[in-house]
């Protein structure tokens, strides 16, 4: 970065500076005139010119204006290529879809040409196999709505009988639906519920909910706790629950031994040095004698790589070799043999040869010229085809597919005769009259295919016309056979109609019946139901409360025995533990005793000596 001053040269700076920091010191010593035509930090602002010529702006704003015109044009498309232009399209990048002035379309038929027999309309209509579904034609006969007067009221929502029953909607009630009120207060059995004589249905009471008769067991008084449970007391801590980590009072800890009372044979290190056991694999002791390698002259050169006989001959390299080996050299090419391979004095090797080369001594057969050729033999000549190859079919001379100029051919009812006009001199008049013979022949068979073409033609349209009066024979007759079974099916209609209305209307009469009687016979039910139900709530209630009774008194019976049990083990653990502490100080008497003894023996050894 570089600030410029009131000289306007750049003063280089550290690059750790702000773009836009400004100086402490900056003073802006110029006035507000020469503020309005530049800048300190603008070179020649100040000092130069101020006046604008317009003329000249004008003339380089024209002359950019040329200059980038020009430039665009250059480098725009041009009007030879593309769509249009010197050379007209592109043909590889021209549009599918379009057509050129060689185009010729399809022009629609006159009025007076297109055949109305076909289509949407003229003679006969509209071909079936293409009508639409949803069309209907002019003997289509809709079936129209029934009159408010006509119409079945017994049907439908409303009418003599309500709603159809089979269709009804099954949230939906009529007017003779009773619905069931709510009792009163004073008709409720208050024995049922949450509350009431008895309280709660026990069946479907909470399982963490308790009722008034619930006696929660407090907990004991300080005074009343036995202390001699749990983690401190009398005993300390229940030895079937105590941490496997923790220790008691009469817990002693064994103490590490002083240097004086370490067995230093043991370990590593002392009189013996490491346990063998547990030596380290990679260590060695000071007994340890390493094998040093042998000097130069103590080394059997005569194994390794190298010395008196080489290399070992059972480890040598596969790809290495010996002094001894003589490498086959390429000879040099004065002593090639050239007779072998490919060239030489007898060309190529013949077991190694391409099937397909062929040598200097090989002769091609070439084609003969048309002078050479013999006229003989092929499909023409002076006895046309060659009997051996021409066509097997053992047919009649008129029906096969090759003939011979000697066979009569009587296939389009004529014979042939071979007229040799003028005067047969020379080979080449006998060919120029057979080839006028061959025309007049090829002439009178496409004529007589053309008059057979005609006549089969004639015979086509004379069958077509008489399918087409049979089928308006078959429409006329599928049209009344339609007609009449339309009627029948409407007459058929009417009288089912009739029926099935008749039928409804005894149905109905019939559920109405049924549903009265399947009411009557659910009110019996439900009052035999609420009956049994009474009766065994009653029964279940007494059996509760019995059941409750003799819980009680086992409860009271278990913790009685668990109590008794209790005692009996507290007796014999307090028994034990008066017995083991017996034991433990008898034990520390006799060690003290014994520590006595010979604390004064070794006084005694140390004072006579």
């Known amino acids: 970065m570089a600030r410029w001053g009131p000289d306007m040269k750049g003063v280089p700076c550290n690059d750790d500076d702000d773009d836009w920091e400004t100086e402490a010191d900056f003073e802006n010593d110029i006035t507000e005139k020469d503020q309005r035509w530049g800048s300190k930090t603008v070179a020649d602002s100040l000092t130069g010119d101020r006046t604008v010529n317009v003329n000249e702006v004008r003339k380089n704003v024209f002359e950019t204006h040329e200059k980038t015109k020009k430039e665009e044009y250059l480098k725009g498309p041009r009007a030879a290529e593309g769509y249009g232009g010197k050379f007209g399209v592109h043909k590889e990048r021209m549009d599918k879809s379009a057509v050129g002035f060689d185009h010729m379309t399809e022009l629609s038929k006159h009025g007076s040409q297109t055949d109305a027999a076909r289509g949407f309309g003229g003679k006969f209509g509209v071909q079936k196999d293409r009508v639409d579904k949803s069309a209907v034609g002019f003997d289509h006969q809709s079936e129209l709505s029934k009159h408010e007067s006509q119409t079945d009221a017994a049907k439908g929502f409303g009418g003599k009988y309500g709603v159809q029953k089979d269709r009804v909607d099954k949230s939906a009630v009529g007017f003779d639906h009773r619905s069931e009120l709510s009792k009163h207060e004073s008709q409720t059995d208050a024995a049922k519920g949450f509350g009431g004589k008895y309280g709660v249905q026990k069946d479907r009471v909470d399982k963490s909910a308790v009722g008034f008769d619930h006696r929660s067991e407090l907990s004991k008084h300080e005074s009343q706790t036995d202390a001699a449970k749990g983690f401190g007391g009398k005993y300390g801590v229940q030895k079937d629950r105590v941490d496997k980590s923790a220790v008691g009072f009469d817990h002693r800890s064994e103490l590490s031994k002083h240097e004086s009372q370490t067995d230093a044979a043991k370990g590593f290190g002392g009189k013996y040095g490491v346990q ?73 090797q013949n077991d190694r040869k391409d099937k397909v080369a062929v040598g200097y001594e090989y002769q091609a057969n070439l084609s003969q010229h048309g002078s050479q050729t013999d006229g003989v033999k092929g499909f023409g000549g002076k006895f046309g085809v060659q009997s051996d190859r021409v066509d097997k079919v053992e047919e009649k001379v008129a029906d096969r597919s090759a003939h011979t100029y000697a066979e009569r051919e009587n296939v389009n009812q004529y ?195």
């Open 276 to 348: 063998k056991d547990r030596v380290d694999k990679s260590a060695v002791g000071f007994d340890h004698r390493s094998e040093l390698s042998k000097h130069e002259s103590q080394t059997d050169a005569a194994k390794g790589f190298g010395g008196k006989y080489g290399v070992q001959k059972d480890r040598v390299d596969k790809s290495a070799v010996g002094f001894e080996h003589h490498a086959k050299l390429s000879q040099h090419s004065s002593q090639t043999d050239a007779a072998k391979g490919f060239g030489g004095k007898f060309g190529v």
């Open 415 to 609: 014979k042939t005769k071979v007229d040799v006009r003028g005067d047969v001199k020379n080979f080449k008049s006998r060919f120029e009259n057979f080839g006028q013979q061959q025309d007049d022949l090829n002439r009178k068979r496409a004529e007589e295919i053309k008059r057979q073409r005609e006549l089969e033609f004639k015979k086509q349209v004379e069958k077509e016309s008489e399918k087409q009066k049979q089928l308006e024979q078959e429409f006329a007759r599928q049209q009344i056979q339609e007609d009449t079974e339309k009627r029948i099916e409407e007459d058929t209609a009417r009288e089912k109609a009739i029926e099935i209305q008749k039928e409804e209307e005894e149905r109905i009469r019939r559920e109405q019946e049924r549903i009265a009687a399947e009411e009557r016979s659910r009110q019996l039910e439900a009052e035999r139901t609420e009956n049994a139900r009474r009766n065994a709530e009653e029964e279940r209630r007494q059996s509760e409360q019995q059941r409750l009774a003799e819980e009680q008194q086992r409860i009271a019976e278990e913790q009685r025995q668990a109590e008794e049990q209790q005692r009996i083990a507290e007796e014999r653990r307090q028994a034990a533990e008066q017995q083991r502490i017996a034991e433990e100080q008898r034990q520390a008497e006799e060690q003290q005793r014994i520590a006595e003894e010979r604390r004064q023996a070794a006084e005694q050894q140390r004072i006579a000596e």
